[in-house]
Antibody
Framework: QVQLQESGPGLVKPSQTLSLTCAVS??????????WSWIRQPAGKGLEWIGR???????YYNPSFKSRLTISSDTSNNQFSLQLASVTVADTALYFC???????????WGQGILVTVSS | DIQMTQSPPFLSASVGDTVTITCRAS??????LNWYQQKLGKAPKLLIY???SLQSGVPSRFSGSGSDTDFTLTITGLQPEDFATYYC?????????FGQGTKVDIK
């Protein structure tokens, strides 16, 4: 069973870049047809899919974030990362990393990490 | 984007009740619909995948149905641990989207 663990700073200043890493165990991020996503949830609100990277390194971003988002993978360490530039207080949220296996497949989730944007 | 609309947004119920949550997609998603339960501050927990398949380990009081654009989650005989927020999610489109959630609380 795959396990995912988010890590990164819990506090980021406005206008800076939010950087998070998801360490994966129990599976390789290069497993064929696997997709590795970031999802966030502001306090008291719903879930928002941010973007993903495939096992082949192809990315797909939610257009809402496209201009300031980078998702990358590190196959040597079996992890993938999120960088969200020019953050504002509206980017304060619980951030989850997750895996799915393509169309029809549900997400398997990390436990989440709270990131606060504040000066 | 495929918009997912859940109703109702809030639901008050008693232990033992049967509750139904609906989820409507803005375009057909075939049967590529998943249901999750979320408790405060925790990761969502998968209940139902592919519209009607019960995830291993999930109690049989949870059931899902539907196809194309209209889906339902039914909890038959609500238990105290079921008071939570429920989300639908489509896995048809590369741009994954979620419903807004349905909070089930105690009447």
């Amino acid at each position: 069973q795959v396990q995912l663990q988010e890590s990164g700073p819990g506090l980021v200043k406005p206008s800076q870049t939010l950087s998070l890493t998801c360490a994966v165990s129990g599976d390789s991020i290069t497993t064929e047809s696997s997709y590795w996503s970031w999802i966030r949830q502001p306090a008291g609100k719903g879930l928002e899919w941010i973007g993903r990277i495939s096992s082949r390194g192809r990315t797909y971003y939610n257009p809402s974030f496209k201009s300031r988002l980078t998702i990358s993978s590190d196959t040597s360490n079996n992890q993938f990362s999120l960088q969200l530039a020019s953050v504002t207080v509206a980017d304060t949220a619980l951030y989850f990393c997750a895996r799915d296996m393509g169309v029809s497949s549900p997400f398997e989730w990390g436990q989440g990490i709270l990131v606060t944007v504040s000066s | 984007d495929i918009q997912m609309t859940q109703s109702p947004p809030f639901l008050s119920a008693s232990v033992g009740d049967t509750v139904t949550i609906t989820c409507r997609a803005s375009q057909t998603i075939s049967g590529f619909l998943n249901w999750y339960q979320q408790k405060l501050g925790k990761a969502p927990k998968l209940l139902i995948y592919a519209a009607s398949s019960l995830q291993s380990g999930v109690p049989s009081r949870f059931s899902g149905s539907g196809s194309d654009t209209d889906f339902t989650l039914t909890i038959t005989g609500l238990q105290p641990e079921d008071f939570a927020t429920y989300y639908c999610q489509q896995s048809y489109s590369t741009l994954r989207t979620f419903g807004q959630g349905t909070k089930v609380d105690i009447k």
